[in-house]
């Protein structure tokens, strides 16, 4: 069980993110402090008794604190995360991992200088990895221990098999959920309606996630219809989850007319996002005066979001995108110049890093299913100087991800769950970034898409 090792991290990641020092030099006074800011920040209360035992300043009876599913809930999206689940994808559950730098949240990262410009390797084509398993570095195995490997596995096989058919046995009937809407397609702001009966769940720790970081919240068994006001556009899985499982889920389309502009600060100050920013010269781009005039106060570590929601006449599982990205310290990018293409589909999504050369460690890929981590593996690939305008070229051939820079292949990666109807497409920067062109072809290789970001628009 790794439990402890994530609860480990998490502690860690509270320490990094409020910086106050070993929390084993802590006080009372300091976990009171944690508690009412864990409250401001996530609307749910954990007493400070319970901070104290989580971070071992207070005995408890078993062998290791592990805390309610609420609780760890509320961490994770303290940390930036969606809940707990979402937590434990981002982190690798290995003891020797937990002592050194733990991962952090897609939306929070702590700024770390540029280094020296390093050689850029070419291709990578990394194996699968499932995304609630994360693997290190590739290992070279001699043949000792492939037997040792092989017999253990075999063990495992024998115990997980007798687990899964004494688990069919069980003759306790599942719980009977619903979980419906009649109006989760529409334009943000919009207020979605849920109905639900969950009055057949034993547990009463029931939540309900509506797709997004901070969003987790109690689901009343003796209501029957809950509403949630979603203010940004955007593709999300709503969820019902009781004791870590997901219940039931229901996808909610918020489109945009056009491209649309989102500035957010590390501190996860929202700004709304307004018309999309265009160029006399044809590129979508904000200035970091422009962003200086949304934030109410300057700051030096914020994100740019340039993102289009629709409906696409492509699935993600064959299909090709075109388009040409900047992110440099002139036009506003910050440290290692994150730029990252994101394309959502009706069951999953994909979503590249491009990382400045020396900032590998922060390197993530998103192919579906699979998660790719930098600080586990190598995604030196992923390394590219984006100071001047580059040529990106994504393309999925038959569930197989290929991504090409300036026509030169740099990753690929094939996966098994079906992506679907693309619905949604994002670019993402640390700083203002810039964005030339977009263009969008279907499996037989026709235009369904294309944005020039000219006068015309």
Known sequence: MNEPIYLQACVQR??????????????SSTFERLSEQIRDETKVTISPDTLKRLFGKKRTQKEFYNPQVATKDALAVFLGYKHWEDFKVYHYAEPAQVAGPIPAAPSYRTAVSSQADVPVSTLVELPVIP??????????????????????????GIIGAS?????????????SILFTSANAKGYAPYSVIFNYDVSQVKTDS???????????????KDKKQIIHSYDVAGFYQTSIIADGKVLASLPVHLQTKGWETQVDEQSKYFIKPGSAIKEAEGRIHITTQEVDSLLPQKSRDFWVSYYNFTEYSAIGDNFTLETSLKNNSQDG????????????????????????????MYARAEISETIFNGEFQDLSALEQDLSQWRKVRLQVISQKLS????????????YKKPVGQLKGIMFRFRGCGSVDYVKMFNQSHNLVYSEDFGNSL
């Open 131 to 156: 995304a609630n398993r994360k693997t290190s570095s590739p290992v070279s195995y001699d043949s000792g221990k492939i037997l040792v490997w092989i017999i253990l596995t075999g063990v495992a």
């Open 206 to 220: 029931i939540y309900i996630d509506y797709g997004y970081a901070y969003s987790t919240r109690l689901l009343p």
């Open 14 to 27: 509270v320490e990094e993110k409020l910086k106050w020092g070993d929390s084993r030099e802590w006080t």
């Open 403 to 414: 991504v090409w820079l300036d026509s030169k292949l740099i990753f690929t990666c094939a």
């Open 333 to 360: 990018g910050i440290s290692c110049y994150d730029s990252s293409l994101e394309i959502f589909g009706e069951n999953s999504i994909f979503r590249i890093s491009l990382i400045k050369p020396g900032c590998g």
């Open 163 to 175: 687990w899964w058919f004494m688990g069919d046995l069980d003759p306790s009937p599942k719980p």
